[in-house]
C-alpha cells in the first residue's frame, strides 16, 4: 500500500493537488497526445530532439495521413466509442492471445461464463506466471464487465464496476507487456540476422570447394548435381528468413540508454507501485475508507512522474513504452473514477462537463458556460477541497481561474463562429457572449470586498490594543514592545494583501488585449 509522505501536501503542493487532481481522469489525452506528436515526427513537451530511422519511416508517413483524415472527421455521438467497449474489446484482445493455452473455440463466450467456470478454463495455461494473472485479474475483470451490462448506465454503481474495470484491464495487460527478457526485442531480429549470415557463408563455402574440386576432377567448375541443388536450395530459404527478420529490426539511436536499465524499472515499478496486491489493496481502501484520498493521489504522482521518465529518458524504445503507458494510463483513470464515485454538486459537474467541452477536439457546436459566477466556483473549489481531504482550503485564486475560464469559452466560441462562417452573432451564441463579457467587466468587484474585510481587521487589532493599554499588566514595557511590532507586522501584512488582492481582481494587460482582440472579432461587421 503506498504510504503518504508528509512532506507531499505542504501548503505550497495542496494548490497543484487541487489544480491537478480535481474533476475526472483525462490522463488518456496526454499518452495519445504523445504517442500521436511522435508519429508525426514532431517535438513534444518531454522530448525536444526528434529521431527517425529509414525502417520506420515509411510506416509514419502512412499512419500520418490516416491522422489527417481521422482529425478532419467530425465527430458525432454515434462515433464515439463507449468505455465499456474499448474494455471489452482489450478483453478479448488478452484472453484471444491465449486462446490455444486455454483449449476454446469462443473467446466471446468467456465473457458469460461466471467465476467457477473461468477459474476452471484459465487453470489449464501451463505458464505459471501467465496462469496467476489470469485468474486474479480476468475473472474480476469478467465480473464487473457483466455487472456493467446489467446496472443503470450513469449510475453510481455503474461508474465504480466501470472503474473497477479499468484498474483490472490495466493490470493485467501492464504485467503482460512488460519485456521478460533484458535483450532489446529490437535486436532480437539483429542477432538472428547474424546467425543467417553465419550459415549462408557456410553453405557458401561449401559450394566453393565442391564446384573446385568437380572442375579439378571432372573439368566442369558449375556442377548441376543433387548436391549443389540441395545447396542452393538451403541458400535460398535462408536468404529468405534473413530478409523477413532485416525488416523487424529497430534501429535504436546511438546515444540511447541500455535496454537493460529500461527492464529494471519497468519490473521494479511492477513490483512495487503498480503491484498486483498494492493496487487492489488502494482500490478497496479507496471504497471502504474515507481518508485513503490522500493515498491514491500520492500514488497518482508516483505512476505520472514514472510515465514522464519513460516519455523522455527511454522515448528511443517506443514500441515498449508506449503501450505500457496506457495501460498505467488505464489503472490512473480506473482509481481516480473511483475515487469521485460518490454524489457531487450540480454545479461541480457542470464545470467539469464545461471543461469536457472546452479540451474536446474536434470542435462541436455546443454550449460552454453554464452561468458560472464568483461565489459558485468559490464553493466549487472548497468543495474540491473537502473532497480531497485538504483541511484548511489554502488561499485559491477564484477570480483568475474564473477569467481563465471565460476567456477560454470567448476564443472557443469565436474560433466556432469562423468554423460555422457566421457573419453575425444570434441566439444562444449571442446571450452567452455578452454573459461572458458582462462578467468579465464585473471581475474588479473583489477589489472593494477584499479591501473592505482588511479594514475590518484593522479595527479589530487596533481595538485590541487600546485594550492593552487601559489595562496593563507588569510587563507592561514589554507588552508595548510586543504590541508595537505586532502592529507593525499586521499593517504590513494588510498591506500585502490588499496589493495581492488588487493585482487579483484587475485584469492584466495581456488580458485587456485577448478581450478587446475578442470582441473586435466577434462583433466586427467586416468579418
Not at 504485467?175 to 546467425?195: F, N, T
Not at 475560464?405 to 444570434?426: D, F, P, W, Y
Not at 488588487?502 to 467586416?526: G, Y
Amino acid at each position: 500500500r503506498v504510504q503518504e509522505s508528509s512532506s507531499l501536501f505542504d501548503a505550497a503542493s495542496k494548490n497543484v493537488i487541487l489544480s491537478s487532481c480535481a474533476g475526472p481522469s483525462r490522463t488518456e489525452l496526454n499518452v495519445q497526445r504523445a504517442a500521436l506528436f511522435r508519429l508525426l515526427r514532431l517535438p513534444s513537451q518531454d522530448v525536444g530532439t526528434v529521431f527517425s530511422t529509414v525502417e520506420n519511416g515509411e510506416a509514419r508517413k502512412a499512419q500520418a495521413k490516416k491522422l489527417i483524415n481521422l482529425f478532419a472527421q467530425k465527430m458525432t455521438a454515434d462515433s464515439i466509442v463507449q468505455p465499456t467497449e474499448i474494455i471489452r474489446y482489450l478483453a478479448l484482445n488478452v484472453l484471444g492471445a491465449f486462446q490455444e493455452e486455454f483449449r476454446v473455440t469462443d473467446i466471446v463466450h468467456l465473457l458469460s461464463n461466471d467465476a467457477s467456470e473461468l477459474v476452471a478454463i484459465f487453470g489449464k495455461c501451463q505458464n505459471k506466471i501467465i496462469r496467476e494473472h489470469i485468474i486474479k485479474l480476468a475473472v474480476p475483470l469478467v465480473e464487473n464487465l457483466q455487472a456493467l451490462e446489467t446496472s443503470d448506465e450513469g449510475s453510481s454503481l455503474w461508474r465504480r464496476h466501470l472503474a473497477n474495470a479499468w484498474i483490472h484491464i490495466g493490470l493485467l495487460r501492464l504485467h503482460l507487456l512488460i519485456p521478460s527478457s533484458p535483450i532489446d526485442p529490437g535486436r532480437k531480429p539483429a542477432e538472428k540476422v547474424d546467425q543467417l549470415n553465419w550459415f549462408l557463408d557456410d553453405v557458401s563455402s561449401k559450394l566453393s570447394s565442391y564446384s573446385l574440386h568437380f572442375g579439378m576432377t571432372c573439368g566442369d567448375f558449375t556442377p548441376d548435381t543433387a548436391a549443389t541443388k540441395q545447396l542452393f536450395t538451403l541458400a535460398e530459404q535462408a536468404s529468405k528468413k534473413k530478409a523477413g527478420q532485416q525488416k523487424k529490426i529497430i534501429e535504436r539511436p546511438s546515444n540511447s540508454p541500455p535496454f537493460q536499465e529500461l527492464f529494471r524499472e519497468m519490473h521494479h515499478f511492477c513490483r512495487t507501485v503498480a503491484s498486483t496486491n498494492n493496487v487492489l489493496s488502494l482500490a478497496d481502501a479507496i471504497e471502504n475508507q474515507p481518508n485513503s484520498r490522500s493515498q491514491e493521489i500520492n500514488w497518482q504522482y508516483s505512476a505520472a512522474a514514472f510515465s514522464d521518465r519513460l516519455s523522455s529518458v527511454y522515448s528511443m524504445y517506443e514500441d515498449i513504452t508506449i503501450p505500457c503507458l496506457s495501460e498505467i494510463r488505464s489503472i490512473q483513470r480506473g482509481l481516480r473514477e473511483l475515487a469521485l464515485n460518490y454524489d457531487v454538486s450540480s454545479r461541480a459537474g457542470a464545470i467539469v462537463k464545461m471543461q469536457d467541452a472546452l479540451l474536446s477536439y474536434p470542435i462541436v457546436n455546443k454550449s460552454f458556460s453554464h452561468h458560472l459566477t464568483n461565489q459558485s466556483y468559490a464553493e466549487v473549489v472548497k468543495e474540491l477541497s473537502h473532497r480531497f481531504g485538504i483541511d484548511g482550503c489554502a488561499k485559491q485564486d477564484v477570480g483568475a481561474i474564473l477569467r481563465s475560464i471565460e476567456l477560454a469559452t470567448l476564443m472557443r466560441l469565436q474560433v466556432g463562429s469562423k468554423m460555422n462562417r457566421q457573419n453575425k452573432l444570434h441566439g444562444e451564441t449571442l446571450d452567452q457572449v455578452n454573459a461572458m463579457f458582462a462578467s468579465l467587466a464585473q471581475s474588479t468587484g473583489i477589489e472593494s470586498f477584499t479591501a473592505d474585510t482588511a479594514d475590518k481587521d484593522a479595527i479589530v487589532d487596533q481595538e485590541e490594543k487600546e485594550l492593552r493599554e487601559y489595562f496593563p499588566d507588569h510587563g507592561a514595557e514589554f507588552q508595548r514592545i510586543v504590541a508595537k511590532l505586532e502592529h507593525e507586522e499586521d499593517e504590513s501584512d494588510e498591506e500585502d494583501d490588499i496589493v495581492k488582492a488588487k493585482e487579483t481582481a484587475q485584469l492584466s494587460d495581456l488580458e485587456v488585449s485577448m478581450i478587446v482582440e475578442l470582441h473586435r472579432e466577434l462583433f466586427s461587421p467586416s468579418k
